[in-house]
């Protein structure tokens, strides 16, 4: 059972290229979540998507755009990477209704922007 | 709006110590608590949980007790290993949450030397 799957694992992109990280689950979750996580600031929410269909802002959306692709896959796109946007990023998934659900976490991708 | 606060570390220990690392949230609300875990180039696992008030969660050794009245839910072990350095995130999930989103502290670095 793969879990919370993410690509890639590393990346470098130079200050104002573009890319997509891929986020795939295969737990029929209904809800999934991108996280960035800096050192001392532990993780913060960028986008969720609640339930197929649906996506929602987090805490430091600014510069980054998500697609639910389908109930699996939850991507995340930076159109215009910024040197601010190096960071580690996180996937996570969980069941949806219930708070007390935990969130399952991909293994990250660690993007540098120069 | 809702908030962890954990202590900052590194924590150092030496094998078989006892370790606490403190916790405290501000939520409206009754909020569920977590402790997730992270290990070196990996994402993050549930450690445990608690759902109310005096519930205790345990696992692995590790144990934490919601406190509602002093808004804290420390991690504990009575005797750690090599084996349990890494980076520990407190959590909470707060009523009304229909994301099941999740606010995080910003992590205590346990490092345990043999």
């Known amino acids: 059972n793969a879990g919370v799957t993410q690509t890639p694992k590393f990346q470098v992109l130079k200050t104002g290229q573009s890319m997509t990280l891929q986020c795939a689950q295969d737990?029929?979750?209904?809800?999934m979540y991108w996280y960035r996580q800096d050192p001392g600031m532990g993780l913060r929410l960028i986008y969720y998507s609640a339930s197929e269909g649906t996506t929602d802002k987090g805490e430091v959306p600014n510069g980054y755009n998500v697609s639910r692709l389908n109930k699996r896959e939850f991507s995340l796109r930076l159109e215009s990477a910024a040197p601010s946007q190096t960071s580690v990023y996180f996937c996570?998934?969980?069941?949806?209704?219930?708070?007390?659900?935990?969130?399952?976490f991909g293994p990250g991708t660690r993007l540098t922007v120069t | 709006g809702d908030s962890v606060t954990q202590m900052e570390g590194p924590v150092t220990l030496s094998e078989e110590a006892f370790l606490t690392i403190n916790c405290t949230y501000t939520?409206?609300?009754?909020?569920?608590l977590f402790w997730y875990v992270q290990y070196p180039g990996e994402g993050l696992q549930l450690l445990l949980k608690a759902t109310k008030a005096d519930d205790k969660g345990s696992n692995k050794g590790f144990e934490a007790t919601y406190r509602k009245e002093t808004t804290s839910f420390h991690l504990e072990k009575g005797s750690v290993q090599v084996s349990d350095s890494a980076v520990y995130f407190c959590a909470l999930s707060a009523r009304n949450n229909a994301g099941n989103m999740l606010t995080f502290g910003g992590g205590t670095r346990l490092m345990v030397k043999p």
């Open positions: 996570a998934s969980s069941a949806s209704g219930q708070r007390t659900y935990e969130q399952y």
């Open positions: 737990m029929n979750h209904n809800s």
């Open positions: 939520a409206t609300g009754y909020p569920s």
